[in-house]
């Protein structure tokens, strides 16, 4: 099994072939993204194609994961698994995990802030 910091550093490298279109990786697709705000707690919804792969940011906070429709597998630090809806985890501060979506996905992250700008939240919660 691989350690975490090897884990991170093949997430990383996924990272770097998406975004220069290495080993055939044609399309890059930007989700549709959906925020949410209630008392102290803001959620991020992304609507993810099925066939998708998907690197996210590295978060600078403890939050909650879900995921609300489909099939995905998770890579990270702290998990490797496939995960069917309904599916939470809790997700610890510096985790950046890799997503391939089976199925149309859709991802929801929470956190607890009482901020509501939306550039201001990704310069807060992530890196």
């Not at 990383?12 to 990786?25: I, M, S």
Request: aromatic fraction near 8%; glycine fraction near 4%; include cysteine.
């Amino acid at each position: 099994m691989n350690s975490a910091p090897a884990i991170l550093s093949d997430i990383n490298r996924l990272q770097t072939a998406l975004v220069n279109r290495e080993q055939g990786f044609e399309v890059i697709v930007k989700p549709l993204t959906r925020h949410y705000f209630s008392q102290g707690l803001y959620c991020r919804e992304m609507a993810v194609p099925a066939r998708t792969v998907l690197v996210g940011a590295m978060h600078k906070q403890d939050h909650m994961c879900l995921v609300l429709k489909g099939k995905c597998k998770i890579v990270s630090e702290e998990l490797t698994e496939i995960v069917e809806a309904p599916f939470m985890y809790a997700s610890k501060a510096g985790a950046k995990r890799a997503i391939y979506a089976y199925s149309d996905l859709v991802w929801v992250t929470a956190h607890a802030t009482e901020e509501t700008n939306i550039e201001t939240l990704e310069q807060t919660l992530v890196e």
